[in-house]
């Protein structure tokens, strides 16, 4: 399974002059716990960086920063964590382990935005996967069930534990 499987592809953008107040509002209004941050430059838009709602609270609210007067550029510094469409879930989760984030950008070709993965995503993914592997198991069980006749039933073991006492 590659990152561009399971990554979500309806990024939510807004540029580096946005209020807090207005990227928190955007956050509630899209249900989003991020934002990608875009800034302009002679080439078009490139991405300044990825706002979270975490950063709102600990680097906003915390250090009593006007929510109206503020803007979220502020918090970017150009420090990008990102994995290619094409990499597997491991490096992505190599990256956010390396990287100490929770979301990845993730590139395109050419370096285009693609998408975003966020540490939910690669949960979700890897609990399907584990579902998927114990219903082979028990599916496997119930082949042989139905394939094999039963042998003659075992005898209980008589035995008992010393010193053991149930109260």
Do not use: W
Not at 25 to 54: K, N
Not at 85 to 105: F, P
Not at 122 to 127: C, K, N, P, R
């Amino acid at each position: 399974m590659k990152v561009a499987d399971i990554c979500t592809r309806e990024v939510v953008a807004t540029g580096r002059s946005t209020s807090l107040q207005e990227a928190a509002a955007l956050m509630r209004e899209r249900h989003v716990g991020a934002l990608v941050v875009l800034a302009d430059s002679a080439q078009g838009a490139h991405v300044a960086g990825v706002v979270t709602d975490r950063d709102l609270v600990i680097e906003g609210l915390a250090r009593g920063l006007d929510p109206t007067q503020t803007e979220i550029g502020r918090f970017t510094d150009g420090k990008l964590a990102a994995v290619s469409a094409g990499a597997s879930l491991d490096e992505a989760i190599t990256t956010m382990r390396n990287k100490g984030v929770r979301r990845l950008l993730v590139a395109g070709e050419g370096g285009s935005l693609f998408g975003i993965l966020s540490l939910d995503d690669l949960l979700d993914a890897m609990a399907h996967e584990v579902s998927e592997m114990a219903a082979a198991v028990r599916g496997g069980i119930a082949r042989e069930v139905a394939e094999r006749a039963p042998l003659p039933a075992a005898q209980p073991v008589a035995a008992r534990i010393p010193d053991y006492s149930f109260g």
